[in-house]
């Protein structure tokens, strides 16, 4: 089994800050990129920000220059600092990771439950 566990929603003003964290756990043989998507309310899910196991960066244009990804691999974890926060910015935000589990070869795409972030103006 392998999880995704987010934290660090919540309601904040336009113009504040956020950091959301997600640990991977299980049985877990490697992970090679992990990310954040979001989903507002009535629209699709779309990528946000990912990033390599050496630390390569991809972002959406919408979140370049206020959203930051990191990870720490070593504790299987994967940040997102997001400052200045818009109100178009409110959804679910979703931790993804493509995995390898101690079982199989294959690498698997995971992702987690989700949290909220929902910004006020």
């Known amino acids: 089994q392998v999880q995704l566990v987010e934290s660090g929603g919540g309601l904040v003003q336009a113009g504040g800050s956020l950091r959301l964290s997600c640990v991977a756990s299980?049985?877990?043989?490697?992970?090679?990129?992990m990310g954040w998507d979001r989903q507002a309310p009535g629209k699709q899910r779309e990528l946000v920000a990912s990033?390599?196991?050496?630390?390569?960066?991809t972002y959406a244009e919408f979140v370049k220059g206020r959203f930051t990804i990191s990870r720490d691999n070593a504790k299987n974890t994967v940040y997102l600092q997001m400052d200045n926060l818009k109100p178009e910015d409110t959804a679910v935000y979703y931790c993804?990771?493509?995995?390898?589990?101690?079982?199989?070869?294959?690498?698997?795409?995971?992702w987690g439950k989700g949290t909220l972030i929902t910004v006020s103006s």
């Open positions: 993804t990771a493509d995995i390898r589990k101690w079982s199989g070869p294959m690498s698997l795409d995971y």
């Open positions: 299980g049985s877990i043989f490697s992970i090679n990129a």
């Open positions: 990033i390599t196991s050496d630390g390569s960066t």
